[in-house]
């Protein structure tokens, strides 16, 4: 069974940062791509950050100058290091393993206002 879990979110002010961590259990972490996405209220899940079994990294234009992805394989764990951050970041950020079936973690609540 393939379980991610999210953390590290909560409230921020305008400006500051926060670390998001996605733990991984029950799948086969090293060889799988591992995403970050949000969805904001009253709008559509967006892509925001992906890190391939590589360390191949991509970010969607409105984050990639702010956010960093970033994993450890030996914890099993993908990162979402965010700097500078607005209130249209505020949103449910949920990462996503990619595979022959995606699973997706519950979600952690990023508020940013002041």
């Known amino acids: 069974q393939v379980q991610l879990v999210e953390s590290g979110g909560g409230l921020v002010q305008p400006g500051g940062s926060l670390r998001l961590s996605c733990a991984v259990s029950g799948s086969r972490f090293s060889i799988n791509a591992v995403s970050w996405h949000r969805q904001a209220p009253g709008k559509q899940r967006e892509f925001l950050a992906v890190i391939t079994s590589r360390g191949t990294t991509n970010y969607a234009d409105a984050v990639k100058d702010r956010f960093t992805i970033s994993r450890d394989s030996a914890k099993n764990t993908v990162y979402l290091q965010m700097n500078s951050l607005k209130p249209e970041d505020t949103g449910v950020y949920y990462c996503?393993?990619?595979?022959?079936?995606?699973?997706w973690g519950q979600g952690t609540q990023v508020t940013v206002s002041s």
């Open positions: 996503k393993i990619t595979g022959a079936v995606d699973y």
